[in-house]
């Protein structure tokens, strides 16, 4: 037993026997974790299979090597590892060295880790774990009895559109630009659109589509399936009509009806998808909260590549899938989000306290007057209910502010392009 998880150990920890690979730490992103180091608490990197995670523990494993100081790896994707229980395959690494610094990955195939985590964080016998877990559900259950307000959950997603550029070798990207860099921008965000923000795929020259079906059946198999009684072939019928049918209104019952599945067997597929981060549900706002969790939903997938490889779309669709870019950069930044519905229509509201802050409306083009009038009047009744005086329309190209006056107020409208206020965000 000792001997076949030493060797796994070495293959997972090549600085044990030589130097860190410069490789494994590929490129920064916008996290700012080595700021962690200076604190004790167990930090949780939590996000969808691929969106970066171990890259991440990379990046913070070559500062501390850097510090001179010992790191211990272990990534339960792999096959020999997850057999054992973690105190396990700590034990035999114990034989040849002690970690100071212990960092796990995918967690959520590992056996029986709480106990030893309860013992060596309250013993304060490794000054640094980190952990990551593509199941949410998994990790809060476990740290919900194990160290409650000790941990710091840092959530990792697929690629911002700023993350996407510097991928691209495109960096400094103050505004205005010039017309020529314009350009290149926007040809890259029609690229974005169309090929989403998974790391990797990103950085392949070729075949991205099969890469992101591939990781497709791998939240179906290595996800779900592995964990939960499913029928394989309906889920993934149900991941397919729900990355088709991204950004509409959605309810369980028409799903059901749609699919020939039973209304109770949808949600508890949903459930799973919602557990792995692969599919996002919003609400419309509401002050109850009974009324909320009862009305219609829209559901969104955590990455627009995904969404065109494996469901069926069309041109008419880029609307919705502009709509799928601004609910993940709004997700990314951690924003309450809920969409407004009563006579028109609003795509999203942002709750800041106890009241909404922002109205935000997307569309793909304003062009047309009858789409124009639709978009505003759902932005303006929104912006009335909540007493904003300043609204957000974003779309493909537009740039533009109105002044509209209604009911004795002037209200403004600003109109920006997506990629834009996309790189307008922080981080």
Not at 29 to 58: M, N, P, Q
Not at 325 to 340: A, G, M, P
Not at 341 to 347: G, N, R
């Amino acid at each position: 037993m000792s001997e076949e998880i030493l060797k796994s150990i070495y293959d997972w920890n090549p600085w044990m026997e030589g130097k860190f690979p410069k490789e494994l730490a590929g490129f920064p992103r916008s996290y700012f974790l080595e700021d962690y180091l200076k604190i004790s608490e167990i930090k949780i990197l939590e996000g969808a299979r691929r969106v970066g995670k171990s890259t991440l523990l990379y990046q913070i494993i070559e500062k501390i090597l850097k510090q001179r100081k010992k790191v211990l790896y272990i990534n339960f994707e792999d096959e020999v590892l997850k057999k054992y229980t973690l105190n396990e395959i700590i034990s035999a690494y114990s034989a040849v060295d002690s970690p100071e610094n212990l960092f796990i990955d995918e967690i959520q195939n590992c056996k029986e880790w709480v106990p030893f985590i309860r013992k060596a964080y309250d013993r304060k016998e490794i000054p640094q774990i980190w952990i990551s877990g593509s199941n949410s559900s998994f990790i809060k259950k476990e740290f919900a009895t194990l160290l409650t307000g000790r941990n710091i959950t840092i959530k990792v997603y697929p690629l911002s559109f700023r993350e996407y550029l510097q991928f691209r070798s495109i960096k400094g990207i103050p505004l205005p630009v010039s017309s020529k860099k314009l350009t290149e921008i926007k040809k890259h965000f029609k690229s974005y659109l169309e090929m989403g923000a998974f790391p990797a795929v990103i950085l392949r020259p070729v075949l991205q589509k099969e890469l992101l079906i591939s990781y497709f059946e791998d939240f179906i198999y290595k996800d779900i399936a592995s964990r939960h009684e499913v029928n394989t072939l309906k889920i993934k019928e149900l991941g397919i009509y729900l990355a088709t049918n991204s950004a509409k209104l959605f309810s369980y019952r028409g799903c059901a009806t749609a699919l020939g599945i039973h209304p109770k067997t949808v949600m508890d597929y949903c459930a799973y998808f919602y557990e792995i981060f692969l599919f996002s549900e919003l609400y419309k706002f509401d002050y109850s909260l009974k009324n909320q969790i009862g009305s219609e939903k829209k559901i969104y997938i955590t990455d627009t590549g995904m969404a065109n490889a494996i469901s069926f779309r069309f041109s008419e669709d880029l609307g919705r899938i502009l709509e799928n870019i601004v609910f993940n950069e709004l997700k990314r930044q951690e924003k309450e989000i809920y969409f407004f519905k009563q006579k028109q229509e609003c795509d999203f509201l942002i709750k800041e306290d106890l009241k909404i802050s922002q109205a935000i409306q997307v569309s793909k083009t304003l062009q047309d007057p009858e789409v124009k009038k639709r978009e505003l009047g759902g932005l303006l009744e929104a912006m009335h209910i909540h007493k904003l005086d300043h609204g957000l329309i974003l779309s493909m190209d537009e740039e533009g502010l109105e002044t509209i006056e209604s009911e004795g107020i002037q209200l403004k409208i600003k109109i920006l392009p997506i990629w834009k206020w996309l790189l307008m965000q922080e981080g």
